[in-house]
């Protein structure tokens, strides 16, 4: 039987795992922030160029295969 408390208790621990999510991957970006030496635009610069470089090798795989 599907009572107030069971989709309570369902809605606590969806919300508990989302937190802790959440958490991890705050971890994770103050990390990259600080191998990169604590700035959040040299973090942001790095992560753009990255994006730019596998942009281009799949267009360029697209090109090849076209």
Known sequence: MFTDFTAQSIAQ???HELVRTLERRRLA???AVNQHGG???????????E????GAT???????AG
């Open 58 to 64: 799949v267009a360029g795989h697209l090109h090849l």
């Open 29 to 31: 970006a103050e990390r």
């Open 51 to 54: 994006s730019r470089k596998a």
């Open 13 to 15: 621990h969806e919300e």
């Open 39 to 49: 700035e959040r635009l040299a973090l942001i610069a790095h992560l753009a160029r």
